[in-house]
């Protein structure tokens, strides 16, 4: 792939595990219906490696992720960096012992000894009815845990990158994928290249307000600014990429200039990911600050099935849009 041709997400993933494996014959796959014989997992990510490398690298799972984690664990100290599938982020709550418990602990507890190169890749995300216990984001609740990389790409080039960092991480990262994002067409990646983790990117160059988000919601964070600009406001779009380690510099550095930050995500605004960020951002750049720091996020609920109301979750373009246009007329909201 070079970076002129069009891939989705689902396509860059499967480059970066293809490629990882190749590279290296430590890596393996493993997880629920990730092999061949049940068509590379519920969307194709791992379409055609276990033929590629063999069942014995790329192995299909019982249902139950508690044992994908420690058998992935357990790999991972006899020298091996595990791909561990967890087919939804709601399901890694079966696994919080081994994965809260262990892998982020292992490396502390035994004095740096010991490393647990895993990936746990999960997906998440609302937009297509699936209810409250298959598409909520916690990444909040993973950031909160000392030893643990969180990472959320937005598109595909980044998908790609950011997944090939993590495989060859010697700590465990948790890798978020979107379900309505596996398909839309961006840029491809360029392969063989990793993109570093803890390094955001300015997705839309902006003077007026910075807008700090991730995933899905850096798409809908760019149409925002797409519209507003049409009244001549400014927008800067930072995509975090990284969730933890964030990238203090660069949004603290584009505030500096903005002199005005959104924090936007998917999952529930309370006790989220946002709240850390807007903390930051006012204990450092308090004195250079044009209007109080805004957060906007998921509703105080489980995500509803009814489409109605699952549509009034989740921040849109225009929830981002009316709450820029809202700060910068200096309105409470």
Same mark, same amino acid.
């Given at each position: ?38 068509? $590379? ?28 984690? $420690? ?31 262990? =892998? ?93 983790? $803890?390094?955001? /990117? ?45 990238? /203090? ?10 002199? /005005? ?64 246009? =809202? ?7």
């Amino acid at each position: 792939m070079s970076n002129t041709t069009q891939s989705n997400i689902i396509q860059a993933l499967n480059a970066a595990l293809h490629d990882a494996m190749e590279m290296d014959p430590k890596v393996l796959v493993l997880g629920e219906e990730v092999g061949d014989f049940e068509e $590379g997992g519920i969307v194709g990510v791992t379409k055609g490696l276990s033929t590629k490398f063999g069942d014995n690298r790329v192995r299909s799972t019982p249902i139950s992720e508690q044992a994908i984690i $420690g058998a992935a664990i357990g790999a991972s100290l006899a020298g091996y960096r595990p791909v561990a599938e967890i087919m939804l982020m709601n399901f890694t709550t079966v696994a919080m012992d081994m994965i809260i418990n262990h =892998a982020a602990k292992l490396r502390f507890m035994s004095g740096g000894q010991t490393n647990v190169p895993i990936v746990i890749r999960t997906a998440t995300g609302t937009g297509l009815s699936t209810g409250g216990q298959h598409c909520d984001y916690l990444e909040a609740w993973f950031a909160h845990t000392p030893g643990l990389k969180v990472v959320a790409p937005s598109n595909a080039a980044d998908a790609y990158g950011l997944l090939l960092s993590c495989i060859q991480d010697d700590d465990p990262c948790i890798f978020i994928e979107n379900i309505p994002s596996y398909w839309v067409p961006s840029a491809a990646p360029e392969r063989g290249v990793a993109i570093p983790l $803890g390094k955001a /990117r300015i997705a839309r160059a902006g003077e007026d307000i910075s807008v700090v988000t991730h995933s899905r919601l850096v798409g809908e964070a760019l149409a925002a600014a797409e519209l507003l600009s049409a009244d001549g406001i400014s927008a800067e779009v930072i995509d975090l990429r990284t969730i933890s380690p964030w990238d /203090r510099e660069t949004v603290l550095n584009s505030v500096r200039k903005t002199g /005005r930050a959104l924090v936007v995500h998917e999952a529930v605004k309370e006790f989220g990911i946002g709240a850390e960020i807007a903390s930051e951002i006012g204990e450092h750049l308090f004195g250079h600050l044009k209007a109080p720091v805004k957060r906007l996020g998921g509703a105080f609920s489980p995500v509803p099935f009814s489409k109605p109301l699952e549509s009034a979750y989740a921040p849109t373009r225009t929830d981002i849009e009316t709450r820029i246009r =809202a700060m910068l007329r200096h309105e409470a909201v």
